[in-house]
């Protein structure tokens, strides 16, 4: 008889990445890496596949422990895991602030002793200032005393600043209405936030709020998410729109309050349509008229009061070249080292404030841009606790975890993907010396120094995030959800999420721990003692692994039905 195992049997050689090298190599190739196993698994049990390696020292006991924390990242394409745990988050304030019954009002909690008497000392300190300024003494170590004791102040649980205001007056220009903008009716103030309700015959309540979906204007005719003709497709006022959306929104959100008169709260999230232009979903809490919501969008508009940049003044080898100031005797407030000049006449091109004075001392004046919505406007009536809700929350929070520049439906086939990946590259070309930003080097490129100017800026290299293919212009926050929405922040609605989680495994919720106990540091990527990636990944698929069994345990008691063994190993199909 032949025994099938034995000790003395010659083990399998294998090759210094693990494979059988009595293997055709060609076939080595096809295997897969253990590592990328290692991901999808992670992927598919919920568990984040970068996560950030922390080292916990107990300063009680000494000891030293490893943690794993999430990286916490909102887009698939980096983390799926991280992206659709916070997409539930969202999902879960969208819900709870939508119908509202009740006003979330948070009362300032009363000023405690310690409070008041840093307040007193604060105003003593700045009198002796004030005095020692008057009888002309250096007022230094009084200033670096008063920041100091506002530090004080803020750490101690008081919020703000002790003399509020603007540290520098605010510039501004005319508030009048454009003659081609529609006048809005105003409707006086009422000091709620949840809107109007309705009383059936029955005598049951109904307070229904909005879903309104608002889009940018044409540029042109587009078929299945490209231009029809990219020749005639307006590039460069597609680029600026999506650059200047974000306070077209804060416009119409202050428009919305002003006609309803009320304190409108929203939840609202940015979106990318297939062309590629961001447009905005939002949840309203209350009700108004649909012709109304259309005529705020109609009235609503942004203008852009920047220097002009109609002409290009330099380009190419022909840039402005950089000088320090270290010459210059006399002192500069804007915080810049120096200034750029023009390489042929070694001129100073003017600042960005200079610019803006130019711009305000010239009565003839155009803004550089105008946005405004487009004429689609959906407003749907949405009641609370129907399907109806539930479908549209999932369509706010739809495309959360994607960027503006992904490819939407790559499955539709009518969708022309070389059609897609030129009208991109269009579109970053077209935003490419297009200024984002009052620091933009793209100012340069008209003759503008930007805003606190330092050397090393060239046009045409921003490192802005409007200037990312990945986000198409749009720089601005993908989820807008105003203060009085759910009288939460998103950390307290993940911190709801985790005490009912320790709730149903019985666990104690250790949030009360003395902060100063632990010292928390980061394990750097040259540490040698740096855990390997996938042996973190696997420690997260074993506690993922003990807390799902935990949970069925759980459940199974609840409802009576068997309890399942805690250390069987769920199937990869039958994770939930």
Not at 111 to 134: M, P, S
Not at 307 to 333: I, M
Request: proline share 8%; charged share 30%.
């Amino acid at each position: 008889m032949t025994d099938t195992a034995h000790p003395s049997t010659p083990s399998t050689p294998t090759s210094p990445n693990g494979a059988d090298r009595t293997l055709p190599r060609l076939v080595r190739d096809t295997l897969p890496l253990a590592l990328d196993v290692a991901i999808e698994v992670a992927k598919h049990n919920g568990v984040c596949i970068r996560p950030i390696e922390l080292k916990r020292l107990d300063t009680h006991t000494g000891t030293i422990e490893p943690f794993d924390i999430p990286c916490g990242t909102t887009s698939e394409a980096k983390c799926p895991p991280c992206a659709q745990r916070n997409k539930q988050l969202r999902k879960a304030q969208c819900r709870e602030g939508w119908h509202l019954e009740t006003e979330p009002v948070a009362e300032p909690h009363p000023a405690t002793e310690d409070q008041k008497w840093l307040i007193e000392f604060r105003a003593d300190v700045q009198a002796k200032r004030d005095q020692a300024e008057r009888d002309g003494e250096d007022t230094a170590d009084w200033d670096e005393a008063i920041a100091g004791i506002d530090t004080e102040i803020n750490a101690a649980g008081m919020r703000g600043n002790v003399l509020g205001g603007r540290t520098a007056p605010k510039r501004s220009r005319s508030t009048r209405r454009r003659q081609d903008a529609p006048d809005l009716p105003k409707r006086a103030r009422q000091n709620t936030t949840l809107g109007r309700t309705f009383t059936a015959p029955d005598g049951k309540v109904y307070r229904p709020s909005l879903f309104v979906t608002l889009t940018l204007p044409s540029y042109g005719r587009v078929r299945n998410g490209a231009p029809v003709d990219p020749t005639t497709y307006d590039y460069a006022r597609a680029a600026r729109d999506a650059l200047h959306f974000s306070k077209l929104v804060d416009r119409f959100v202050q428009n919305l309050r002003r006609v309803a008169g009320y304190d409108v709260q929203y939840f609202a999230t940015v979106e990318p349509q297939k062309r590629f232009a961001p447009h905005l979903h939002m949840a309203i809490r209350g009700t108004l008229p649909r012709a109304e919501i259309k005529q705020i969008a109609a009235a609503t508009y942004h203008q852009v009061w920047w220097p002009a940049v109609d002409k290009v003044t330099f380009d190419g080898e022909h840039l402005p070249v950089w000088a320090e100031r270290a010459d210059r005797v006399e002192p500069y407030l804007d915080g810049q080292t120096g200034d750029y000049l023009d390489p042929a006449t070694g001129e100073l091109l003017p600042t960005w404030d200079q610019a803006l004075d130019q711009l305000d001392q010239d009565d003839e004046a155009e803004p550089l841009h105008v946005v405004r919505f487009g004429d689609q406007v959906d407003v749907q009536g949405i009641l609370a606790g129907t399907p109806n809700a539930h479908k549209r929350i999932g369509y706010l929070t739809k495309y959360l975890t994607k960027n503006l520049g992904d490819t939407l439906d790559p499955e539709d086939p009518a969708t022309d993907d070389a059609a897609r990946r030129d009208h991109a590259a269009r579109m970053v070309e077209a935003l490419r010396y297009e200024p984002c930003s009052p620091t933009c080097p793209n100012w340069l490129r008209y003759g503008v120094q930007p805003k606190g100017a330092k050397p090393g800026m060239t046009p045409g290299q921003c490192r802005g995030k409007a200037h990312k293919a990945e986000h198409l212009g749009y720089a601005g926050r993908r989820v807008l959800v105003s203060r009085k929405w759910s009288n939460k922040t998103l950390r307290e609605h993940k911190q709801d999420r985790r005490a009912w989680v320790l709730d149903m495994l019985g666990l104690p919720d250790d949030t009360t721990t003395d902060p100063h106990r632990y010292i928390w540091r980061p394990v750097s990527a040259k540490d040698p003692t740096r855990t390997p990636l996938a042996l973190r990944l696997m420690r997260g698929v074993a506690n993922r692994h003990r807390t799902r069994a935990r949970l069925d345990e759980l459940r199974a008691r609840a409802e009576g039905r068997p309890v399942p063994d805690l250390l069987a190993t769920p199937a990869l199909g039958e994770a939930a």
